[in-house]
């Protein structure tokens, strides 16, 4: 996955062989990614691309990933950036110990879903940060066991906000498990500290247990629509409840600085205008349609847009993605 923003290219390797790492390797990326970049070279437009986050890279505290996912990159003010990514501590879910390029070919791998340190399911929440644009960046510094987050920065409260999934050691992951505990944790001083975790039960209710963006979080910043300042987030579950859709994608909102949160939208429809459905044959003219890992954007028009993935254009060949708009500044309908 890649994020862009101007001169910074952040990527996660996820899909690349674990290499077990040395203290000298870890030592050695740390010193590389601490160096200013400084100018490119003679004739060179493009900016040299950084791998921010590599498999067997450690964290500060000396720990190793087997890989990292879902990468985040958000601007803080005054040249200050924040790379997020999913540290996981366990093959599987795209984060095989084979090569990429293998693909459906290599048929199941022995390894995949099964911890790297035995006994330990874990994934972490981890950032770099760099104060200086992008020229120079920290060590990996963990902040929270979980797995699918999204991150913002809060510019009128200066604070950074991560609303995740508390890791219940389940691997795979899956929806609604009930181990799964929404949460959003928040930083003041650019991920120097952080506050304790709160719970985010009370105002996801029913759909509790949602697998968060991944990815970005969402400040409005225009206010045409009169919603300036409002705080984001999306996701996306498994009904597990009679009569629901087969798939939900919840919506919640902070009109505070994310101190308390209001549940605005739950999108349950397929491109058909029907419940979204799972299983073969199971919706109208034949496309199965799952819509889960979902961002939103605002428009220069101050409108919201969301798109979603399909999660079954692979095994249906169905290859579409779903578009919301909300024209009002609530959430997409």
């Known amino acids: 996955m890649v994020a862009l923003v101007p001169g910074v290219l952040l990527f996660a390797a996820a899909h690349s062989v674990a290499v077990p790492p040395t203290p000298s390797s870890c030592w050695r990326r740390d010193r590389e990614l601490a160096t200013p970049l400084g100018p490119p070279p003679s004739g060179v437009s493009p900016p040299t691309p950084r791998a921010l986050f590599q498999p067997g890279d450690c964290f500060a ?14 601007a803080a003010g005054n ?22 390029w293998c693909g459906a070919g290599c048929g199941p791998h022995p390894t995949a879903s099964r911890p790297v340190a035995p006994g330990d399911n874990s994934s972490t929440i981890v950032f770099r940060r760099s104060d200086d644009g992008g ?30 999934e508390e890791d219940s050691g389940i691997v795979p992951q899956p929806n609604n498990a009930a181990g799964v505990v929404n949460k959003q944790i928040r930083s003041v001083d650019l991920g120097r500290s952080w506050q304790p975790p709160t ?9 509790d247990r949602v697998l968060v963006g991944p990815g970005r979080g969402l ?20 009904a ?94």
């Open 135 to 164: 020229e120079t960046w920290s060590p990996i510094q963990p902040i929270v066991r979980g797995v699918d987050f999204e991150a913002v920065y809060d510019v009128d409260n200066g604070a950074v906000l991560v609303q995740y």
């Open 199 to 207: 719970s985010l039960a009370a105002t996801l209710g029913p759909y």
């Open 79 to 100: 040249r200050t950036l924040l790379a997020f990514a999913k540290a996981m501590n366990y093959s599987g879910d795209q984060c095989y110990p084979m090569p990429f």
């Open 219 to 238: 400040q409005l910043r225009s206010d045409a629509k009169g919603k300036k300042g409002r705080l984001l987030w999306c996701g996306h579950r498994d």
């Open 61 to 74: 505290d000396g720990r190793a990933s087997v890989c990292y996912r879902i990468p985040a990159l958000i």
């Open 240 to 333: 597990d409840g009679p009569g629901e859709p087969g798939r939900l994608l919840p919506v919640w909102v902070s009109d505070d600085g994310g101190k308390t949160y209001r549940r605005t939208a739950v999108l349950p429809l397929n491109n058909t205008g029907t419940p979204s459905c799972k299983g073969p044959g199971g919706c109208p003219g034949g496309h199965q349609w799952g819509p889960d890992e979902s961002q939103m954007v605002e428009l220069s028009t101050g409108d919201i847009l969301m798109e979603s993935r399909n999660n079954f254009a692979v095994q249906t060949g169905h290859k579409s993605r779903m578009i919301s708009l909300s024209t009002d500044g609530e959430p997409p309908r």
